[in-house]
Antibody, heavy 119, light 108 residues
Framework: QLQLQESGPGLVKPSETLSLTCTVS??????????WGWIRQPPGKGLEWIGS???????YYNPSLKSRVTISVDTSKNQFSLKLSSVTAADTAVYYC???????????WGQGTMVTVSS | SSELTQDPAVSVALGQTVRITCQGD??????ASWYQQKPGQAPVLVIY???NRPSGIPDRFSGSSSGNTASLTITGAQAEDEADYYC???????????FGGGTKLTVL
């Protein structure tokens, strides 16, 4: 059974870069031609798509975050990663990684990791 | 357009039927998917494609679409269905994904 697990610092200082990794277990990240994505949710607010990456490395980013976001994939480690630069308090959120399955739906999610931006 | 619009809150009496809607231009080209999120938990996919339920999702959940509006229907709502529901689809260009603002469902 495929599982996703986010990891990374829970506290990031303003103006620094937020870095998170999603480890995929129970299956290969490069098999079956899936997209993989990052979604975030500020406290008390809704879901926001950050970006998605194809197993081959093609990326798609939310235009509102595009200048600050980089998503990459490491097939040798079965992981994909998120980097968000120049963070502010507005980037404080639970960050989820997820697989994009049939009909472009996010069918498998990680449990989420809370990241707080504060000095 | 890259926006999906949902009513902020909907309520339903226990055992009754409720429909949660999602509007957006992209829904003329792409199916919506629907997610249930309970407090402190990750979202769970409940409907995707034309009207498909992942394994383990009760058959009281169903989906439909007409024009620029997608709907999630819960037939015979249960207390455990009380949650936030989000719709999601590709945007009209097909290059991006977008979420609706979410609907808080209260089961009375």
């Amino acid at each position: 059974q495929l599982q996703l697990q986010e990891s990374g610092p829970g506290l990031v200082k303003p103006s620094e870069t937020l870095s998170l990794t999603c480890t995929v277990s129970g299956g290969s990240i490069s098999s079956s031609s899936y997209y993989w994505g990052w979604i975030r949710q500020p406290p008390g607010k809704g879901l926001e798509w950050i970006g998605s990456i194809y197993y081959s490395g093609s990326t798609y980013y939310n235009p509102s975050l595009k200048s600050r976001v980089t998503i990459s994939v490491d097939t040798s480690k079965n992981q994909f990663s998120l980097k968000l630069s120049s963070v502010t308090a507005a980037d404080t959120a639970v960050y989820y990684c997820a697989r994009v399955g049939s009909d472009h739906a996010f069918d498998i999610w990680g449990q989420g990791t809370m990241v707080t931006v504060s000095s | 357009s890259s926006e999906l619009t949902q009513d902020p809150a909907v309520s339903v009496a226990l055992g009754q039927t409720v429909r949660i809607t999602c509007q957006g231009d992209s829904l003329r080209s792409y199916y919506a998917s629907w997610y249930q999120q309970k407090p402190g938990q990750a979202p769970v996919l409940v409907i995707y494609g034309k009207n498909n339920r992942p394994s383990g999702i009760p058959d009281r959940f169903s989906g439909s679409s007409s024009g620029n509006t997608a709907s999630l229907t819960i037939t015979g709502a249960q207390a455990e269905d009380e949650a936030d529901y989000y719709c999601n689809s590709r945007d009209s260009s097909g290059n991006l994904w977008v979420f609706g603002g979410g609907t808080k469902l209260t089961v009375l």
